[in-house]
Each structure stands twice: as structure tokens, then as C-alpha cells.
């Protein structure tokens, strides 16, 4: 009877495994990749066996597009998180920006994931990856948005504008951390200012109606 019980105690939860199960694909293809991680090593690492992997996530493919969501939301609930509605213009965007780079800074490999591998192995991955950047490209358009049509003299001409600016402020983000959690001592607050003082200063321009122009 008693060890039956001592049996029961050492069962994890399937939540907790499969979490377990999740953390240690996210770090094998981070760092191996999609094509050279095996199942085998993800399920060592895991401290599971093999066919219990197969038994939760079904097949690498499937393991893999299980990863790239989970790391996906987590990113945009992260960025989420950090914008406080109500503050200035700028510290929203600050506030995001920190956000962003901290939760990259501190998930190199679900990072890769996203930003490397899922890009680079075509559908169905790809797919997932764009529905996320999507989602990102819709909050940040909205949070640009909004604070073109409170200051801008020009509704119209600032809703011309707000769509290509979120996707130049995305892209940028985007490269941007990679590069950072390359650089060695770079902190996400320093990636963070680093965007902030490039896209500020034209976005704050173009918010009190300034344009650049060739002549």
C-alpha cells in the first residue's frame, strides 16, 4: 500500500510534464534547430521517455507548432503587460519596447525559435509565425494610432501613415533582438533606448505634423 501511495506522490501532473515536456523543446530547437533536434534528445532532457513525448504532443511537427504558439503568446501577453494605458505617447511606447526586449532577452530560445527557425522551415511554421506577427502589428498599430489621432493636425494623414509606421517599428524590434541577445553585456533597457531614440524622433516629428522631405 505504501508503495503504491509513493508511486501516486511521484506522478506529476500532465499540465506539469507536458510544461516540462514544452520547456525542453523550446531549448533543443533553439539552440539545434528544428532539423537537427530529435525527439530522443527533447525527451532526455525532459527527464521523460520517448514514446511519452509521442503519447502527449504526437509527432516533432506537431511538438514544434506547439512551441512557436506558446512562445508567441507569451511574447505578446508580455508586451501587453507592459503599456499602462494612459501615459504619454512616448512612455507607452517606452514601455512596450522595455517589454519586448526584456522578454526576448530573457527567452533566448524561445526567441530563436520564433524569429530563426520557424521562419526559415516554411509551412506550416511560417504560417504561425505570421499570425503572431500579425497580432503584434495590430496592437502596435492601434497604440501608434492612437496617439496620431489626439495629437495629429490631420486625421486623415495620420491614418495614411500609422500602418507602415507599426510595420517599420515591428521590423525594426524584431531585428533589433536578435542582434542584442548576440551582443554580449547589452541590456534590454540599452536595445529598448537604442530603438526608442531612432523611431522617437521621427515619430514625434510626424505626431506635431513635421515631414522630412528631399527638397
Same mark, same amino acid.
Given at each position: 500500500m505504501g508503495a503504491v501511495k509513493g508511486a501516486r506522490a511521484k506522478r506529476m501532473p500532465r499540465a506539469v510534464r507536458e510544461r516540462q515536456m514544452m520547456d525542453a523543446a523550446v531549448q533543443t530547437f533553439g539552440q539545434r534547430g528544428y532539423r537537427a533536434?530529435?525527439?530522443d534528445e527533447i525527451a532526455e532532457l525532459a527527464g521523460v521517455s520517448k514514446p511519452l513525448v509521442y503519447l502527449y504532443l504526437n509527432s516533432k511537427e506537431e511538438l514544434f507548432t506547439a512551441c512557436i504558439r506558446r512562445e508567441a503568446e507569451a511574447l505578446i501577453a508580455a508586451v501587453q503587460a507592459g503599456v499602462?494605458?494612459?501615459l504619454p505617447a512616448d512612455r507607452q511606447l517606452w514601455a512596450g519596447l522595455a517589454a519586448f526586449f526584456t522578454h526576448t532577452a530573457e527567452n533566448p530560445d524561445g526567441w530563436?525559435?520564433?524569429?530563426?527557425?520557424?521562419r526559415t522551415h516554411g509551412e506550416p511554421f511560417a504560417a504561425e509565425v505570421s499570425a503572431m506577427r500579425d497580432e503584434m502589428l +495590430?496592437?502596435?498599430? /492601434?497604440?501608434?494610432g492612437a496617439t496620431a489621432r489626439e495629437t495629429h493636425r490631420d486625421?486623415?494623414? +495620420?491614418?495614411?501613415? /500609422?500602418?507602415g509606421l507599426a510595420q517599420a517599428l515591428v521590423g525594426a524590434a524584431e531585428s533589433l533582438a536578435g542582434w542584442a541577445n548576440e551582443t554580449e553585456g547589452l541590456s534590454a533597457k540599452e536595445a529598448a533606448g537604442t530603438l526608442m531614440n531612432f523611431a522617437w524622433t521621427g515619430l514625434g516629428g510626424l505626431m506635431k505634423g513635421e515631414r522630412w522631405s528631399p527638397r
Amino acid at each position: 500500500m505504501g508503495a503504491v501511495k509513493g508511486a501516486r506522490a511521484k506522478r506529476m501532473p500532465r499540465a506539469v510534464r507536458e510544461r516540462q515536456m514544452m520547456d525542453a523543446a523550446v531549448q533543443t530547437f533553439g539552440q539545434r534547430g528544428y532539423r537537427a533536434a530529435s525527439m530522443d534528445e527533447i525527451a532526455e532532457l525532459a527527464g521523460v521517455s520517448k514514446p511519452l513525448v509521442y503519447l502527449y504532443l504526437n509527432s516533432k511537427e506537431e511538438l514544434f507548432t506547439a512551441c512557436i504558439r506558446r512562445e508567441a503568446e507569451a511574447l505578446i501577453a508580455a508586451v501587453q503587460a507592459g503599456v499602462e494605458p494612459g501615459l504619454p505617447a512616448d512612455r507607452q511606447l517606452w514601455a512596450g519596447l522595455a517589454a519586448f526586449f526584456t522578454h526576448t532577452a530573457e527567452n533566448p530560445d524561445g526567441w530563436a525559435v520564433l524569429h530563426r527557425q520557424a521562419r526559415t522551415h516554411g509551412e506550416p511554421f511560417a504560417a504561425e509565425v505570421s499570425a503572431m506577427r500579425d497580432e503584434m502589428l +495590430a496592437y502596435v498599430t /492601434v497604440l501608434i494610432g492612437a496617439t496620431a489621432r489626439e495629437t495629429h493636425r490631420d486625421p486623415e494623414l +495620420a491614418r495614411r501613415d /500609422v500602418a507602415g509606421l507599426a510595420q517599420a517599428l515591428v521590423g525594426a524590434a524584431e531585428s533589433l533582438a536578435g542582434w542584442a541577445n548576440e551582443t554580449e553585456g547589452l541590456s534590454a533597457k540599452e536595445a529598448a533606448g537604442t530603438l526608442m531614440n531612432f523611431a522617437w524622433t521621427g515619430l514625434g516629428g510626424l505626431m506635431k505634423g513635421e515631414r522630412w522631405s528631399p527638397r
